[in-house]
C-alpha cells in the first residue's frame, strides 16, 4: 500500500555530486520520519541520515558535513544530497519510510570512480 521509489544515481567522479529523490506514494495519510541507508556489495546495510516530519536531521559520522536530507511534505519526497563524494561511498541507497514495521524502495545505485 506504500511505494517509494529511489531515483537521481549514477556514476560520478570522486569529489563530484548528486542528489537523490525518493517519492513515497500510496496508503500515507500523515508525516512520517524518513531515512536513508546504503548497502555496498558484501556488506550490511548502514544508516546514512534521518529526518523527522518536522524537519530535524541525524547523520552517519562518515557522511556529516558532505551529505544533506531534505524533504518537501507537499510531494511526500525526500532528498539527499551528496558532495565531495568519495570512492567508499558507492552504493545501493534506500529510502525508508518509518510507519510501522517500516517501508523501503528497491534503491539507486552511486557509483563514485574516476
Known amino acids: 500500500q506504500v511505494q517509494l521509489v529511489e531515483s537521481g544515481g549514477g556514476l560520478v567522479q570522486p569529489g563530484g555530486s548528486l542528489r537523490l529523490s525518493c517519492a513515497a506514494s500510496?496508503?500515507?495519510?500523515?508525516?512520517?520520519?524518513m531515512a536513508w541507508y546504503r548497502q555496498a556489495p558484501g556488506k550490511q546495510r548502514e544508516l546514512v541520515a534521518t529526518i523527522t516530519g518536522g524537519g530535524r536531521t541525524t547523520y552517519a559520522d562518515s557522511v556529516k558535513g558532505r551529505f544533506t536530507i531534505s524533504r518537501e511534505n507537499v510531494k511526500n519526497t525526500v532528498y539527499l544530497e551528496m558532495n565531495s563524494l568519495k570512492p567508499e561511498d558507492a552504493a545501493v541507497y534506500y529510502c525508508?519510510?518509518?510507519?510501522?514495521?517500516?517501508?523501503w524502495g528497491q534503491g539507486t545505485q552511486v557509483t563514485v570512480s574516476s
Open positions: 500510496g496508503s500515507i495519510f500523515g508525516i512520517y520520519d
Open positions: 525508508n519510510l518509518r510507519r510501522g514495521v517500516g517501508y
